[in-house]
């Protein structure tokens, strides 16, 4: 399925081909705007609208300044993601220990060993141990630690792409839901509803091809089971019995759910029909762009009830 999309109402029309748009003859919107063809949707969230007037220096320091945070956040602990990449830290930096009071009783075993006593020389079997016992924690801190370390890089990333929203938005970071498994990454609240994002920081080459998501491995792609899309499918659901259970009607809410996809190498051949998959770098144009939200009371009300909930909340300055 392919889609012609209008960037002036947001709209898009889903069409087989592009010979099926020019057979059907539809090549502007409803509004007049010309439409755009793209092989994917989420193509066209990268897509730079068009403008007819020459681009000034003004132009050029306003996109720089919006791309400048304009908020600061107000932090309560770490989020789930620090302490586990900060654990394995500290893990590594105990076998660093081990190794170099090994190394230093192995020297000591082996000089005293020679000029004072042969049975010093034990002091030589047991440095070595505590060197090989500090390498091998080490090298479990850094296989274990390492998909933390790299989701913590991406959640800072999104987040600091989420920190360019301006002051009508409220970004939470890590939201902890009461007697809901698991966390949320982030979830943006503001004019335009309600957006749960789940950030994933991988690498290799994947593609998604609706609700199955799949990796190359061997020289073949492989469906992974338990991806980013179930997830996601689940904190949304947690997080709409959350604000239900408080009185407050998702029904007429529009909720967004968004896995913000850091990856060198991903293509989207059938999107997902419950959430899309982003860059993260499109991911606050994408949530402008959406639909405005009737109820702000309702939005409000969503955002109080939230705050308590989360690790790290921004806000404008």
């Not at 409803?30 to 220096?57: A, H, K, M, W």
């Not at 010093?120 to 016992?133: H, K, R, S």
């Not at 405005?292 to 705050?307: F, V």
Request: hydrophobic fraction near 35%; charged fraction near 25%; charge should be negative.
């Amino acid at each position: 399925m392919s889609y012609l999309v209008c960037f002036e109402c947001n709209q898009y029309y889903e069409v087989e081909s592009l010979e099926d748009a020019a057979d059907m003859e539809l090549s502007h919107c409803e509004c007049g705007r010309e439409l755009v063809y793209f092989e994917n949707l989420e193509d066209s969230y990268t897509q730079t609208d068009i403008i007819d007037e020459p681009v000034t220096e003004a132009d050029y320091r306003y996109e720089e300044e919006a791309l400048e945070p304009v908020r600061e956040s107000m932090a309560n602990g770490s989020t789930f993601t620090e302490k586990k990449a900060s654990q394995y830290k500290t893990a590594r930096e105990k076998g660093n220990i081990f190794i170099y009071a090994g190394i230093g009783i192995f020297i000591i075993g082996l000089v005293t060993g020679l000029l004072l006593n042969y049975l010093l020389f034990a002091l030589v079997f047991i440095g070595g141990f505590l060197a090989v016992y500090g390498n091998s924690i080490i090298e479990v801190g850094r296989q274990k630690g390492y998909s933390w370390d790299k989701g913590l890089e991406g959640e800072k990333l999104v987040s600091d792409y989420l920190n360019t929203l301006p002051k009508n938005y409220f970004v939470f970071n890590d939201v902890n839901l009461p007697g809901k498994r698991g966390n949320i990454d982030h979830v943006v609240i503001g004019p335009t509803g309600i957006y749960i994002i789940e950030t994933k920081n991988y690498s290799g080459r994947y593609r998604i091809k609706g609700d199955q998501w799949f990796y190359y491995k061997n020289g073949q792609y492989m469906e992974i089971k338990k991806n980013p899309g179930t997830q996601i499918r689940r904190n949304t659901l947690n997080l709409i019995d959350f604000l239900n259970e408080r009185g407050i009607s998702t029904k007429k809410t529009w909720i967004t759910s968004l896995v913000a996809f850091i990856c060198p190498d991903f293509k989207i051949l059938q999107t997902p029909q419950t959430y899309k998959v982003l860059p993260p770098q499109t991911v606050p144009d994408y949530i402008l762009k959406g639909k405005k939200e009737p109820d702000m009371n309702l939005i409000k009300r969503a955002a109080l009830e939230l705050e308590p909930c989360c690790v790290e909340l921004t806000v404008a300055r």
